[in-house]
């Protein structure tokens, strides 16, 4: 089940709500622990049982923390309980592809090569790991008390506003309203427009321009316009499925009583590559921070640690998203090298670029870099690059067939829909300027026309998943 689909909406949340309003204050963990069961067991009964594993293990290893005496226990205690979530992690999502790489290394010799399953990746488990160890290292620094309460942690951790696809929550930003939260109008009304909001970025942007990405990115010999605007609708759709997400989740999330930070804040207009990351995936990023470059060493080594450890954080960075294969690793490795980049650039007497320069030369880089994010195989990637760069030719306005025969007004409307929200922080002043009130005022209605837009082009085609599902 999904936010997008006709089963959530008409069936699931109402229900949801229904409960959560009637079932009184003292209740309410337990009816969102038991409706999160539900939510995700919607998708995989099986998998349940692991959720509910993982969710009992986090919860008795807190205990087991908080309980243990010595600060050396306390160290083994923990390192025990990260090593089993990131052995369950490990396991389902690296398997495949280390299959993979063994048997491609073998040379496919029939009598070496490993027969094997593939093995499914449940869907929200990198999160659901990240939120567990983040909450267990935090209790081993004492930085948030041990919760006592199995169905308060399994609340936090199960909560299907954000259990799929992030943000990921830490525990200390959540510990007041799990022991008590409002249930009021107001922020019910707040919350509501967000999730209407969350799901127009969805549906309208991200859903429409898909087909395109996809045929771009299938293209056997992609021209130059081709690959560029695969690479360009890609962009768009992946920031507006994922942070459309994130809003639909921050929404849920006041309409419940809880408050969520935001997951980004406008990535697309950073200046630099590290700009970008204070901005793309904000739970992610300062996760990693905190939780592995910071005890990595961050930079209180000297210039040269400084730059392994940000070459290491963003490996595992670009591990964590993805274990179908190895250019997601290649993704974590350029954006490391970029940021080493920008590290080094002040110390080399060079000139340094204007912000609009610089603007511009980050999100080069981000959008190349999506190339390889998106790509099936390293192959793939190479055929894209070599278009994108003109190695096939440079003809600017020579589609292929299959593009033309595809490409119709409604997704040169999402894009342009997609850049002007983009660019909105941008404008807005020129609108304060120029633009009458009452036009802003009378505008203030399109998150409700967009989400019943939004509904009918569910209902008409179907649900389309998240891309962030698959990490």
């Not at 063994?102 to 029939?110: E, T």
């Not at 400084?306 to 595992?316: E, G, K, R, V």
């Not at 250019?327 to 954006?335: K, P, S």
């Given at each position: 089940?999904?936010?997008?689909?006709?089963?959530?909406?008409?069936?699931?949340?109402?229900?949801?709500?229904?409960?959560?309003?009637?079932?009184?204050?003292?209740r309410r963990n337990s009816i969102l622990?038991?409706?999160?069961?539900?939510?995700?067991?919607?998708?995989?009964?099986?998998?349940?049982?692991?959720?509910?594993?993982?969710?009992?293990?986090?919860?008795?290893?807190?205990?087991?923390?908080?309980?243990?005496?010595?600060?050396?226990?306390?160290?083994?205690?923990?390192?025990?309980?990260?090593?089993?979530?990131?052995?369950?992690?490990?396991?389902?999502?690296?398997?495949?592809?280390?299959?993979?790489?063994?048997?491609?290394?073998?040379?496919?010799?029939?009598?070496?090569?490993?027969?094997?399953?593939?093995?499914?990746?449940?869907?929200?488990?990198?999160?659901?790991?990240?939120?567990?160890?983040?909450?267990?290292?935090?209790?081993?620094?004492?930085?948030?008390?041990?919760?006592?309460?199995?169905?308060?942690?399994?609340?936090?951790?199960?909560?299907?506003v954000h259990l799929i696809a992030g943000?990921?929550?830490?525990?200390?930003?959540?510990?007041?309203?799990?022991?008590?939260?409002?249930?009021?109008?107001?922020?019910?009304?707040?919350?509501?427009?967000?999730?209407?909001?969350?799901?127009?970025?969805?549906?309208?942007?991200?859903?429409?321009?898909?087909?395109?990405?996809?045929?771009?990115?299938?293209?056997?010999?992609?021209?130059?316009?081709?690959?560029?605007?695969?690479?360009?609708?890609?962009?768009?759709?992946?920031?507006?499925?994922?942070?459309?997400?994130?809003?639909?989740?921050?929404?849920?999330?006041?309409?419940?009583?809880?408050?969520?930070?935001?997951?980004?804040?406008?990535?697309?207009?950073?200046?630099?590559?590290?700009?970008?990351?204070?901005?793309?995936?904000?739970?992610?990023?300062?996760?990693?921070?905190?939780?592995?470059?910071?005890?990595?060493?961050?930079?209180?080594?000297?210039?040269?640690?400084?730059?392994?450890?940000?070459?290491?954080?963003?490996?595992?960075?670009?591990?964590?998203?993805?274990?179908?294969?190895?250019?997601?690793?290649?993704?974590?490795?350029?954006?490391?090298?970029?940021?080493?980049?920008?590290?080094?650039?002040?110390?080399?007497?060079?000139?340094?670029?204007?912000?609009?320069?610089?603007?511009?030369?980050?999100?080069?880089?981000?959008?190349?870099?999506?190339?390889?994010?998106?790509?099936?195989?390293?192959?793939?990637?190479?055929?894209?690059?070599?278009?994108?760069?003109?190695?096939?030719?440079?003809?600017?306005?020579?589609?292929?067939?299959?593009?033309?025969?595809?490409?119709?007004?409604?997704?040169?409307?999402?894009?342009?829909?997609?850049?002007?929200?983009?660019?909105?922080?941008?404008?807005?002043?020129?609108?304060?300027?120029?633009?009458?009130?009452?036009?802003?005022?009378?505008?203030?209605?399109?998150?409700?026309?967009?989400?019943?837009?939004?509904?009918?082009?569910?209902?008409?085609?179907?649900?389309?998943?998240?891309?962030?599902?698959?990490?």
């Amino acid at each position: 089940m999904v936010f997008a689909s006709l089963e959530f909406l008409t069936l699931f949340l109402p229900l949801f709500f229904m409960l959560y309003g009637f079932g009184g204050a003292s209740r309410r963990n337990s009816i969102l622990l038991v409706c999160s069961w539900i939510f995700y067991g919607w998708w995989s009964p099986i998998y349940l049982v692991l959720f509910m594993f993982l969710a009992v293990m986090g919860w008795v290893g807190g205990l087991a923390i908080g309980r243990t005496s010595t600060e050396k226990a306390r160290g083994w205690t923990l390192a025990l309980f990260i090593g089993i979530s990131i052995c369950i992690l490990c396991w389902f999502k690296y398997s495949n592809i280390a299959v993979q790489t063994v048997n491609y290394a073998l040379g496919g010799v029939s009598t070496l090569s490993i027969a094997w399953e593939k093995i499914i990746l449940p869907i929200g488990l990198s999160f659901i790991v990240l939120q567990s160890i983040s909450y267990l290292i935090d209790v081993y620094r004492r930085t948030v008390p041990v919760d006592h309460s199995f169905v308060s942690f399994a609340a936090y951790q199960s909560m299907f506003v954000h259990l799929i696809a992030g943000p990921i929550i830490r525990y200390d930003w959540v510990k007041k309203e799990l022991i008590s939260r409002p249930f009021d109008w107001s922020q019910f009304c707040l919350g509501s427009r967000r999730f209407m909001i969350g799901m127009s970025m969805k549906v309208l942007i991200a859903d429409t321009l898909a087909p395109v990405v996809d045929l771009a990115f299938s293209l056997q010999n992609p021209s130059f316009s081709d690959a560029w605007i695969g690479c360009l609708a890609y962009s768009l759709q992946l920031f507006f499925d994922f942070a459309g997400y994130s809003v639909m989740a921050i929404g849920l999330g006041m309409m419940l009583g809880f408050r969520f930070p935001e997951n980004f804040n406008h990535p697309y207009l950073s200046n630099s590559i590290q700009d970008f990351w204070r901005r793309w995936h904000i739970s992610l990023s300062t996760w990693l921070r905190d939780y592995l470059y910071i005890p990595l060493g961050g930079n209180r080594g000297g210039e040269v640690h400084t730059y392994i450890n940000l070459l290491l954080t963003m490996s595992i960075a670009g591990l964590w998203h993805g274990g179908d294969s190895w250019n997601f690793l290649i993704w974590g490795v350029a954006h490391g090298i970029a940021l080493c980049t920008a590290r080094i650039w002040p110390h080399t007497g060079l000139p340094q670029p204007s912000i609009t320069i610089s603007r511009i030369l980050t999100l080069l880089f981000v959008f190349l870099a999506w190339t390889i994010f998106r790509a099936h195989s390293f192959d793939d990637a190479l055929r894209m690059y070599a278009s994108q760069l003109g190695m096939n030719g440079f003809d600017y306005f020579n589609l292929s067939d299959a593009m033309l025969n595809l490409i119709r007004p409604v997704h040169w409307l999402a894009a342009f829909l997609g850049v002007t929200c983009i660019l909105a922080p941008l404008l807005i002043p020129y609108v304060n300027r120029h633009i009458n009130p009452l036009v802003i005022v009378s505008g203030a209605a399109w998150p409700v026309l967009g989400f019943l837009l939004s509904f009918a082009l569910i209902a008409s085609r179907g649900a389309v998943p998240f891309l962030y599902f698959q990490f």
